[in-house]
């Protein structure tokens, strides 16, 4: 949410990039794959094998539902997985 | 006539469906649900790749050719079998492997067996490139093992057969010196015959129905990675399989066996070690197994393995199924023993089993798979161990 | 591989493990600490990374003050324990992989622990509905996660549903990350929720610190003109590639929606929870025995059923943070006692935290515990199984086709729990349906063996080859 009526009153926090799909996605050290995604307005990243979109379902790395691409090594759990700043990130079709 | 079949694993089923389809009255017991056990447990590859010639080879090739001939009775009412002909590619990485397969595959050739040197990057692009040898042996094929069973025992409940699950066999119903029937968790069951076909069990359900019969448990060990896109077209095996199915050193031994299934997962196995039945699954195990598939599939690396499972299968001490009438209880029947094969060998067991039983000549050499032939015969006495 | 050998091992920095492993520190005991996730404090306390500090966290938080004194001890993080060998006489034998989630070229540790404290949580259980495999559709614990590790509201409007106390945090949360909650939906209702809250009450007085959290959050809603409807579910979710609105409606006792009294509600997120399932792989492949509900199955002092193998904490059974703090502390002294029968022991006063915290436990079940009716809520065509994605229609047919009462069977005929997530979301949901199509599966729990607990990549596992021994 926007740091300025945040409740929790965040203090500074670095920029990282990431790349996704080729293109340059921002977000915050310490995020997550998902967060960063979500963060950036993405809800759905994976394509199941009937075609239908998926994202982030259960938030802790059980569902399986948020699974990327992470510099080459495929099914990393992106709600689980931090990101680092130059992460390379591709999104899942199983269609 | 009325035939009791003791376990609906894909054994039990062929031979329900067999009976059944020639008019025979038949019940089928497990103790457990139908496909619970080892059918459940395994993979489903249909091979000739791995046999040498004799007898299993015969039922094999038997087999094979009735796997293709019951498509049609499932093919509409069911899930798919996942009846594939991929054709197997079995491959050596070491000079002595290349040499041993070619030796192997020339004497396969003399028995009716298609296998072809081929180059293996033609046929597996992601292969090692360092492999020493490849043949290709098109006649391997696949089923889904779990649904081939209920599939089986579905075509023979259509034909009056009766399947009973949670039903455990516990003890012989005589009369006189024949066996009349089993009693059940559920009763008395009777019946001219008794056909046991309990997997790695048999062995205790013959003794629960008084005798001797040396069926002892292997445990195989298998990987199932996420779903891929394709890489893997072929069944690959590295060529030691073909040294470790008919070894009999009870220590651990791994030989790679890879597939893509219809679901896009990789199933990797396997190994095969004696341990009675424990069920335990160990990373040693899980590790060798691995670091045999790499040296196939290098790519295979980064994959990640999602679920290992295992089973037993079920062996006797001269690595033949067990397939016939018992000469010690008339009533008797087994069809048993058929170690990592089972699932291609179930359909000409079925068959060899009903000729038997009903007295048309069998298709393929009966005395191999005879409960007294010479090589088991040593073995039917009870061991001071027991 | 040669295995390290702590006195106590204890698996999960949640609210137990942390308790646990300060217990048995506190008593002198050699205690390693390991959780898969980056930072302790599981999913109670999940909080924003170190990299961004906030000056207020608190303010999403209960007991912050009680996590701020344990969370100063040695944790080993992103340790993800994917084995467990079992031994019957001892405890297992963990393997490790230390490193970046899901990654690949991981640290293997392995771990011969003197005795073991699993304390690895809970999941949630989400119903299926028409519509739930939808983008915009959350577990009710994504969007605390989110809220509290990330900072991220999942919708702008958004509906709050399922069963349990647990939806209220979620709704608070939500609303202290900017999202505006159209309503808070229980499907229990009022007569249900009333009977169970209100019997005994001299019982709840004991345990006024959790009570207190719940009324406070009861206290938020009003505050915030957020509806709390009892006896009410979200029966559908709708949109094409995103959830654009979510059809409401009335439930009766069972569960069962109410015929003409659907509604449609405009929403761009909605998060449903229906209570608990304790995340019990590496207890089950430890030996441990389950109780009917699931959970591991403990003594008083938290022992399973696998000697010098302890439990805490939910996944012992659904109870809250103060019941899983409570068996922390008694479950990591025992440990410790086991481990170096010289050292202290556990006093009455700790033991009575623990019951009095299980009789809310009890009560959370009586209020609010799943009813069968839900199922008139499907249709042939929702997907059960999200993974691979089977539908509810597809259950059906693969049970008459097969004629199976196997779970075994029928998972690998309809592939129903076959897929990444290994039946962890569908899995209770297949059995209950599967029970119903069958006549009784006669292999019923199975969905909770998985014996590798997470991911591990063909190359971890080769590189482990050789150097292992047999344990
Ligand atoms: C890891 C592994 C991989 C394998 N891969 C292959 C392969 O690729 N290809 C191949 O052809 N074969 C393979 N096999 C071998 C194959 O799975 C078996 O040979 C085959 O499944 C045996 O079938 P069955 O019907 O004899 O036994 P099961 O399927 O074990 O059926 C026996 C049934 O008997 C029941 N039973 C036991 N005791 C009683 C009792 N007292 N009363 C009533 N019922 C009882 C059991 O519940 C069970 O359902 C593999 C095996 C393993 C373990
Ligand atoms: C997503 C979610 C959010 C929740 N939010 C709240 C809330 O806001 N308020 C509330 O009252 N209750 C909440 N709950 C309920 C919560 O589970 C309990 O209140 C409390 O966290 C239980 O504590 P615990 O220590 O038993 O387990 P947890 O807090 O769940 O801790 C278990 C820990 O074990 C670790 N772990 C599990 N398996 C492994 C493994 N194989 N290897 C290594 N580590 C492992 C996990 O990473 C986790 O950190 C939430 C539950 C969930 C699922």
Avoid at chain 2, 304 to 315: E, H, K, N
Avoid at chain 2, 320 to 334: A, C, E, K, T
Avoid at chain 2, 356 to 377: I, K, N, Q, S, W
Avoid at chain 3, 362 to 371: N, P, Q
Wanted: net charge neutral; glycine share 12%.
């Amino acid at each position: 949410m926007n740091p300025r009526q945040d409740p929790v009153r965040p203090g500074p926090a670095s920029p990282i990039t990431v790349i996704v799909d080729g293109s340059a996605v921002r977000g915050l050290a310490g995020q997550t794959v998902a967060g960063v995604l979500l963060a950036a307005g993405r809800l759905a990243w994976r394509t199941t094998r009937s075609g239908r979109p998926r994202g982030v379902f259960c938030g802790i790395g059980v569902c399986h539902d948020c699974l990327v691409t992470v510099n080459g090594l495929a099914d990393v759990r992106a709600c689980q997985r931090r990101a680092a700043d130059g992460d390379t990130v591709s999104t899942e079709d199983e269609a | 006539m009325k035939v009791v079949v003791v376990g609906a694993g894909i054994v039990g089923a062929a031979i329900a469906r067999e009976l059944a389809m020639a008019g025979v009255s038949v019940v089928v017991l497990d103790r457990s649900a139908s496909a619970g056990g080892t059918s459940a447990a395994g993979e489903g590859n249909l091979l000739v790749s791995d046999k040498g010639p004799g007898a299993e080879l015969s039922l094999a090739l038997r087999s094979l050719t009735l796997w293709r001939s019951l498509l049609p009775e499932v093919a509409d009412t069911f899930p798919s079998i996942e009846y594939e002909t991929k054709g197997g590619l079995v491959v050596a990485t070491t000079d002595a492997g290349a040499a041993a397969l070619r030796a192997f595959a020339d004497l396969q050739r003399t028995a009716g067996v298609s296998a072809a040197e081929v180059d293996g990057l033609d046929y597996e692009p992601d292969l090692n490139s360092a492999h020493t040898a490849a043949i290709f042996y098109p006649q391997d094929a696949q089923v889904q093992p779990a649904i081939a069973t209920e599939a089986l025992l579905a075509v023979a409940r259509r034909h009056g057969a009766s399947v009973r699950q949670g039903v455990e066999v516990l003890g012989p119903l005589r009369g006189g010196d024949r066996l009349t029937g089993v009693a059940t968790s559920g009763g008395d069951v009777s019946g001219d015959h008794v056909v046991v076909a309990a997997g790695p069990w048999s062995g205790e359900v013959a003794r629960r129905l008084g005798v001797e019969l040396p069926v002892r448990p292997r445990r195989g060990t298998i990987l199932v990675t996420t779903r891929m896109r394709q890489r893997i077209r072929h069944k690959v095996y590295d060529a030691d399989y073909v040294g470790a199915v008919g070894s009999d050193d009870a220590a651990l031994q791994t030989s790679s066996v890879v597939e893509s299934t219809a679901a896009g997962t990789v199933l990797i196995g396997s190994s095969r070690e004696r341990r009675g039945f424990d069920e335990r699954i160990e990373a040693r195990v899980l590790s060798a197994v691995a670091a045999k598939a790499l040296v196939l599939f290098p790519f295979l690396a980064g994959v990640a393995v999602m679920r290992a499972y295992g089973g037993f299968r079920p062996f006797v001490p001269d690595h033949l199924p067990v397939i016939g009438p018992d000469p010690r209880l008339p009533g008797l029947w087994h069809a048993t023993g058929h170690e990592g094969a089972g699932i291609v060998l179930s359909t000409a067991t079925g068959e060899l089993l009903g000729d038997l039983l009903l007295g048309r000549a069998p298709r393929v050499p009966a005395e191999a798979f005879a409960v007294d032939r010479p090589t088991l015969r040593p073995h039917l006495e009870p061991s001071p161990d027991q | 591989m040669s295995a390290e050998t702590p006195d106590v091992l204890v698996v999960g920095a949640g609210p137990a493990g942390l308790a646990a492993a300060d217990a048995a520190r506190r008593a002198g005991a050699r205690v390693v600490l390991l959780d898969a996730a980056g930072d302790a404090g599981g999913q109670y306390w999940r909080h924003l990374p170190a990299s961004r500090p906030a000056a207020a966290e608190r303010v999403l938080h209960h007991g912050w003050d009680r996590f701020a004194a344990l969370r100063g001890q040695e944790v080993l993080t992103d340790a993800q324990v994917w084995l467990a060998e079992r031994h019957d006489d001892r405890p297992p034998t963990l393997h490790v992989l230390v490193g970046p989630a899901d990654g690949s070229d991981r640290v293997r540790r392995t771990f011969a622990p003197t005795t073991l404290v699993l304390a690895t949580g809970a999941y949630e259980r989400t119903l299926p509905f028409p519509g739930w495999d939808l983008p915009g559709v959350f577990t009710a614990g994504a969007a605390q996660a989110l809220a509290k590790a990330e900072r991220i509201a999942v919708g702008r409007r958004v509906v709050v549903a399922g069963a349990g106390p647990f939806l209220l945090p979620v709704a608070a949360s939500l609303v202290r990350t900017g999202a505006q909650v159209l309503g808070v939906l229980e499907a229990n209702g009022w007569r249900r929720l009333a009977r169970a809250w209100s019997a005994r009450p001299a019982e709840l007085l004991s345990t006024r610190h959790k009570a207190g959290e719940l009324a406070g959050y009861v206290r938020d809603l009003a505050r915030h003109r957020i509806p709390y409807r009892t006896g009410t579910a979200v029966v559908a979710a709708h949109g094409t590639d995103r959830v654009t609105s979510v059809t409401v409606a009335r439930l009766d006792a069972d569960w069962a929606p109410v015929m003409g009294s659907e509604r449609r509600v405009p929403a761009d997120a909605v998060c449903v929870s229906h209570g608990f399932v304790p995340r019990t792989e590496l207890a089950v492949s430890a030996g441990c025995r389950l109780t009917r509900d699931g959970g591991v199955r403990t003594d008083e002092n938290g022992l399973t059923s696998v000697p010098g193998v302890y439990a805490a904490g939910e996944i012992t059974g659904i109870g809250g943070a103060d019941l899983a703090l409570a068996e922390g502390v008694v479950a990591g002294l025992a440990a410790a006692a086991a481990a170096d029968p010289a050292g202290g022991g556990i006093s009455a006063g700790q033991r009575r935290d623990r019951t009095v915290n299980q009789r809310f436990a009890a009560r959370l079940e009586a209020a609010h515990g799943i009813r069968p009716g839900w199922v008139g809520w499907l249709a042939d065509d929702t997907v059960i199984c999200r993974c691979e994605e089977v539908t509810a229609g597809d259950l059906r047919a693969g049970a008459a086709a097969t004629g199976s009462r196997g779970l075994r069977s029928l998972k690998l005929s309809t592939r129903a729990g076959l897929g990444v997530c290994q039946g962890r979301v569908c899995g209770r949901t297949v059995e209950d349906l599967l029970n119903r199509h069958t006549g009784g599966l006669l292999d019923a729990g199975r969905t909770e063996t998985r014996p590798l607990a997470a991911f591990v990549r063909l190359g971890e596992l080769a590189a482990g080859a050789d150097k292992e021994e047999p344990a």
